[in-house]
């Protein structure tokens, strides 16, 4: 059975960090890309970053370039993504998404989804 299960999300003033992690199973980890997806109330979800699956190779969004690093582990099958610098537009739920490696990352053509972790920054 493949799983995504997200944690690390809370309520954080603005300007402290968080970190969000992603374990997976079920499916061969190091053989995907994985990507931070987020959504706030509202609005469509959006992409906030992307890790090849060797880990050398990332992508961001040009509003959290700086703030935030994704990063994994694929001995423990996990996925990060460390939040600085947070603002109170950094609300939304987040997901983390798995996408095959000979797939584009920016494809949107997710393999599999976690449920989400809500992450909410008060001003």
């Known amino acids: 059975q493949v799983q995504l299960v997200e944690s690390g999300g809370g309520l954080v003033q603005a300007g402290g960090s968080l970190r969000l992690s992603c374990v997976a199973s079920?499916?061969?980890?190091?053989?995907?890309?994985m990507i931070w997806f987020r959504q706030a109330p509202g609005k469509e979800r959006e992409f906030v970053a992307a890790v090849r699956w060797s880990g050398v190779g990332t992508d961001y969004e040009n509003s959290v370039k700086g703030r935030f690093t994704i990063s994994r582990d694929n001995a423990k099958n996990t996925v990060f993504l460390q939040m600085n610098s947070l603002k109170p537009e950094d609300t939304a739920v987040y997901y983390c998404?798995?996408?095959?490696?000979?797939?584009?990352?920016?494809?949107?053509?997710?393999?599999?989804w976690g449920q989400g972790t809500q992450v909410t920054v008060s001003s």
């Open positions: 079920g499916f061969s980890f190091s053989l995907f890309n």
């Open positions: 998404a798995a996408i095959f490696s000979s797939k584009a990352t920016m494809s949107g053509d997710v393999d599999y």
